[in-house]
């Protein structure tokens, strides 16, 4: 009898024992997946981890397995490699980890198997046809006219990208004869414009990366907004790919891939496979199959796109490395910026990471001789960077949020036919909502914080917790209806800009204007045709974007990145305050950014603004030293919740018994409630624990998992293990 371990989508730190017939040894390798009875389950997916010739558990006790799903591993050695190292770092069930290496169809059961992607294309007659003729159908119109403005066959997927639910109208165009399936056999984009020379500095830094293929090495590519990073990117994933090898690259968000995409594609001649959350699961499975069987040479995608499989990998490109969007927030909550280390580490291949606004964690990995620095200071092409002014609001007379200083260089600007761009991290109308009449005030009942209002809708959102009601009704209170908004969010600036340049388009950028699909791209079309004044966007704005005609960035509030408990809000005030500026004046026009602020004299800030974000980053990581918080001291943070808190406290101090050692190295704090003590309907407590050593934590951390997830108490709450948190909340 051969026994195979395997591990199964279950939250609990070990595999499982089955039998398997002699008959299957061939197809018995790591990675291969198999159908198991699993509790009441007849047939659950699993992973075989290992196979071997006995086991603890008593032999009669072994159930065999159902069947073997593949004839060859759907992850080779390497990435089995990666998974194991997470797990054990990461001190995350190896069940969970492997399922999350898979694409959701593998995970399922499905074959894993490559089909070609289905591409429509208009017709002879399409081609020819007056899309006027389609007055009454708006929608066919819509998908018509989007087919004629691109030369080539567009993807299945292309389409659903625009336009919501468009099988049923692609049929009717299908049936009118006007446009017409098609199978692409090979994606290859073909480059159409390579005339950039690169600069001095872009060039020591390709030299320097390029010289470096072949074996590992952490470069950081510091460089300043519209520096040419991104040119740099470019050059070397031509050289990767030409030698055969290929390129992943991650990118921060959903948002910013088209753009990054729709430029390689311009430059490389390559095959390439794009991974986000927007893709449907057989998508998903397709591009992550051709990254597999190497008929993709370059990969693009969001954080979960680490866990792509590479036939051949040539070189790691982290863009942004610093966003938080690399940290998962849930579930196996990994950093897909570090494992992109790891894994370059593991494959012998370089890796950049690039930014204008390095992570702390980056600049002191520098400081050590780790990483490699490659600097790019200045702006390449004729741009300049953006001169910077405060403006002190203390006492000063208000428009709304806006100073009067504000209003009138947002005035001048549209005077000159230029963009303006406002900035607020924070969507919905105000904040919080108050009935004038008794005081009462809208909060989240179930997490104990204030609500959003949210006007053109007429609701309440709880922003932790999504809740929503309305708020067309009488005070709960006193039953007056006469309420008051305080606090400004995007939505109201809106309705200020509105009403002070009434002639202005303005546009604005948040998650909630951009819900419909394709909303955000038709937005930035609107904005690169010129056809906006005045934008006005949260984070999603802030980042990577290039518009000609913006000149002025006017940030509306970021103090509260001052003020706050947390010890990573100052980094991330000054790298959003860095990227948004970084949108003013990227071509010829010179920018301006203007900053209001009740803390003009905070030297935090000031450092920043005066002397630039490399020398608050000196300063800051001077700070993080003397206190000892990361990147000088290693964190983890076990969390609880549940109806009550007895339970919790009873568990977190188990823990706190469990992990008690007399190490010097080793500090215990907590547990304590959670600062967001209540969310959905949920009381939160913590329990952190700090070393100065990365292993130390590891080591202790993995004596002590298996006990602990055996406490009676975790019956009763939900608990995680958080390495490395991101956010303390
Ligand atoms: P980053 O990625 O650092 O923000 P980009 O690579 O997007 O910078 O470059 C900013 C702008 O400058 C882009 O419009 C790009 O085409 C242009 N650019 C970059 N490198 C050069 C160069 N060597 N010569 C001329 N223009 C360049
Ligand atoms: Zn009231
Ligand atoms: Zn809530």
């Not at 591993?73 to 898979?102: C, R, T």
């Not at 993709?296 to 490109?317: E, M, N, Q, V, Y």
């Not at 709960?476 to 109201?492: A, L, Q, Y």
């Not at 700070?623 to 339970?647: C, D, H, M, W, Y």
Request: glycine share 6%; proline share 4%.
């Amino acid at each position: 009898m051969i026994i195979v371990s395997v591990a199964l989508q279950v939250p609990l730190r070990k595999t499982f024992d089955y039998s398997a017939g002699k008959n299957d040894l061939e197809k018995l390798k790591p990675g291969v997946r198999v159908y198991v009875p699993f509790g009441k389950q007849k047939h659950k997916v699993g992973i075989l981890v290992e196979t071997k010739n006995s086991s603890q558990i008593a032999r009669e006790k072994i159930k065999p397995i159902s069947s073997v799903l593949d004839e060859t591993p759907v992850l080779s050695e390497a990435e089995l490699k990666m998974v194991h190292w997470s797990a054990d770092y990461y001190q995350h069930p190896i069940g969970e980890v492997l399922f999350n290496a898979l694409p959701v169809s593998l995970r399922q059961g499905k074959e894993a198997k490559i089909v070609n992607p289905v591409l429509w294309q208009l017709t002879k007659q399409g081609a020819v046809y007056n899309s006027e003729l389609l007055k009454t159908a708006p929608k066919q119109r819509a998908i018509l006219e989007f087919l004629l403005s691109k030369a080539a066959p567009v993807t299945a997927e292309n389409i659903r990208e625009k336009f919501s639910t468009p099988l049923p109208v692609l049929q009717a165009l299908e049936k009118k004869c006007l446009i017409e399936k098609t199978v692409s056999v090979s994606q290859e984009s073909k480059a159409i414009d390579d005339n950039v020379s690169l600069n001095d500095d872009q060039i020591f830094a390709c030299d320097s990366i390029a010289k470096s293929i072949g074996r590992h090495q952490v470069f950081l590519l510091d460089g300043v907004t519209g520096s040419g990073k991104t040119e740099v990117y470019i050059e070397l994933i031509k050289k990767v790919v030409k030698s055969g090898k290929q390129v992943l690259i991650l990118s921060p968000e959903i948002g910013l891939t088209p753009q990054l995409i729709e430029r390689i594609q311009n430059r490389v001649s390559a095959r390439m496979a794009v991974l986000h959350s927007g893709l449907s699961s057989s998508e998903r499975m397709q591009a992550w199959l051709q990254a597999r069987n190497g008929t993709a040479d370059i990969i693009l995608g969001t954080r979960s796109a680490i866990w792509t499989p590479l036939l051949k990998p040539g070189l790691f490109i982290v863009d942004e490395e610093h966003d938080v969007s690399y940290k998962q927030q849930d579930g196996f909550k990994y950093s897909a910026r570090d494992l992109a280390i790891i894994r370059s580490s593991f494959t012998s291949c370089p890796v950049i990471l690039g930014s204008a606004t390095p992570s702390m964690e980056s600049l002191n990995n520098v400081e050590a001789r780790k990483y490699h620095l490659l600097r790019l200071d200045k702006r390449a092409g004729s741009a300049e960077q953006a001169d910077i002014e405060i403006i002190d609001l203390r006492n000063k007379a208000m428009e709304g949020a806006f100073s009067q200083v504000m209003l009138s260089a947002i005035e001048k600007e549209l005077s000159h036919r230029k963009q303006v761009l406002l900035f607020l991290n924070r969507r919905g109308y105000a904040p919080a909502f108050m009935c004038h009449h008794c005081g009462w005030i809208a909060k989240c009942d179930r997490c104990e914080s204030n609500m959003t209002f949210h006007k053109s809708r007429g609701i309440l959102s709880c922003h932790h917790c999504g809740r929503q009601e309305s708020s067309r009704r009488n005070c709960p209170g006193c039953e007056m209806n006469d309420f008051i908004e305080i606090g400004h969010g995007t939505e109201r600036l809106s309705e200020t800009l509105t009403k002070c340049f009434p002639k202005a388009k303005i546009l604005r950028i948040d998650r909630d204007s951009t819900r419909r699909k394709g909303s955000m791209e038709d937005m930035l079309d609107l904005i690169k045709a010129g056809d906006a004044d005045i934008l006005i966007g949260t984070q999603m704005l802030a980042k990577g974007h290039h518009f000609p005609a913006l000149t002025l960035v006017g940030i509306v509030d970021i103090d509260g990145g001052l003020c706050s408990t947390d010890f990573r809000a100052s980094e991330r005030m000054a790298q959003l305050f860095v990227q948004v500026s970084g949108r003013a004046g990227r071509e010829k026009s010179q920018g301006k950014v203007l900053l209001q602020t009740h803390f003009p004299d905070h030297p935090l800030l000031n450092s920043l603004i005066k002397k630039g974000y490399r020398s608050f980053a000196d300063e800051l990581l001077k700070e993080r030293k003397l206190t000892v918080l990361p990147p000088f001291s290693f964190l983890a943070l076990f969390r609880s919740e549940g109806i009550k808190q007895e339970s919790q406290l009873k568990f977190l101090e188990k823990v706190r018994n469990l992990l008690k050692t007399d190490n010097q190295q080793f500090q215990i704090y907590g547990p304590y409630p959670a600062p967001i003590e209540k969310r959905a309907g949920k009381i939160r407590m913590q329990l952190l624990v700090m070393s100065e050593s990365r292993s130390i934590l590891n080591k202790i951390l993995k004596k002590n998992t298996a006990a602990i997830e055996g406490l009676p108490e975790t019956r009763k709450i939900r608990w995680s293990l958080d390495i490395d948190p991101q956010d303390m909340m």
